[in-house]
């Protein structure tokens, strides 16, 4: 079955800390996403992935980067963690088109 | 732009009574709309409840149905029975058939809750 893994759950960060978010696939799919949801908001996506090696924005990418060194792995890193990016933080994976997207659990991020 | 509005929750029902969550869209960047509902259930990451990719069709899945209307760019999520273990957040989006990125467009999301 289709598995998107992410790491950690929760995360307690501090201001202008770094932050990583991990995410493994093992769909074998070449497109990856990262959302984040805020209460009375949508999933709004941040970056996202064709393939190992590629990263391209999304719609809200400012003050986040991501990093796919491989088809199973895709990280999104907070380089200085605002109080503004307290959310809830989805990966997910999938085909392209209108293929459907398999989501990881989330990670909730609080920054102090 | 592209948009996605839905019933703002929480939303509860009663067991074994009909249910309806509301969906409505604007694509004015999306050549070839199609249309999903996510449903996320607790502590686990959203899954795909059901999708429409033609406009005029219905999906239907674990007794949820929705029709992708094109003249009122509505989407509504409907259900004649519900049942407790349908408590859950649903989400609406929608996504461009015409481009290999898969991007969708979420909603708000609505939270269900079902009185035992």
């Known amino acids: 079955e289709a598995a998107v893994t992410q790491s950690p759950r929760n995360k307690v960060a501090v201001t202008g800390g770094k932050v990583t978010l991990s995410c493994n696939q093992t769909?074998?799919?070449?497109?990856m996403y990262w959302y984040r949801q805020d209460t009375g908001h949508g999933l709004r996506l941040i970056h996202y992935?064709?393939?190992?090696?590629?990263?391209e924005k999304g719609d809200i990418p400012d003050g986040y980067k991501a990093s796919r060194p491989s088809q199973e792995n895709f990280s999104l890193i907070l380089e200085l963690a605002t109080p503004s990016q307290t959310s809830v933080y989805f990966c997910?994976?999938?085909?392209?088109?209108?293929?459907?997207?398999?989501f990881g659990a989330g990670t909730r991020l609080s920054v102090l | 732009g592209d948009s996605v509005t839905q019933t703002e929750g929480p939303v509860t029902v009663s067991e074994s009574e009909s249910l309806i969550i509301n969906c409505t869209y604007s694509a004015t960047s999306i050549a070839y709309p199609n249309l999903f509902w996510y449903v996320r259930y607790p502590g686990e990451g959203l899954q795909l409840l059901l999708k429409?990719?033609?406009?005029?069709q219905k999906g239907s899945s674990r007794g949820f149905e929705a029709t992708y209307n094109k003249e009122t760019t509505s989407f509504h999520l409907q259900k004649a029975s519900v049942q407790e273990s349908d408590s859950a957040v649903y989400y609406c989006?929608?996504?461009?058939?015409?481009?290999?990125?898969?991007?969708?467009?979420f909603g708000q999301g609505t939270k269900l809750s079902i009185k035992p």
């Open positions: 989006a929608l996504g461009d058939f015409d481009y290999n990125q898969g991007k969708l467009i």
């Open positions: 992935s064709y393939g190992a090696g590629s990263t």
């Open positions: 769909n074998n799919h070449n497109n």
């Open positions: 429409v990719i033609t406009a005029g």
């Open positions: 997910a994976s999938g085909a392209g088109a209108a293929n459907t997207l398999y």
